[in-house]
């Protein structure tokens, strides 16, 4: 399958590129290689391959959510652009 400068031209369009002429030529080789690629995979028998969402075998690595104290309020509020008291100063978004 060849891919023309047109074809990598409308690419670059609908990815807002701006491309020189040398990159046009760049990245045409560069499509076409990635293309050659997934033909080739395309064409293994993976059949008696399971479907797999993660190499790792890993289920759930997060920890579990628990609240602990926090004992310095006021480094969290040293960020704050407002604050009132111990509390983040919000604008209304209500009417």
Known sequence: M????EDVRKIAKLARLDLSEDEVRLYGGQLL????SMAELESLDASS???TASVLGLANV???DEP?????GDALLANAPEREGP????????E
């Open 2 to 5: 060849a891919i023309s400068e």
């Open 33 to 36: 290689k990635i293309i050659e």
């Open 49 to 51: 391959v399971p479907p």
């Open 62 to 64: 997060l920890r579990e």
């Open 68 to 72: 602990r104290p926090f004992d310095d």
């Open 87 to 94: 509390y983040y100063k919000v604008p209304k978004v209500l």
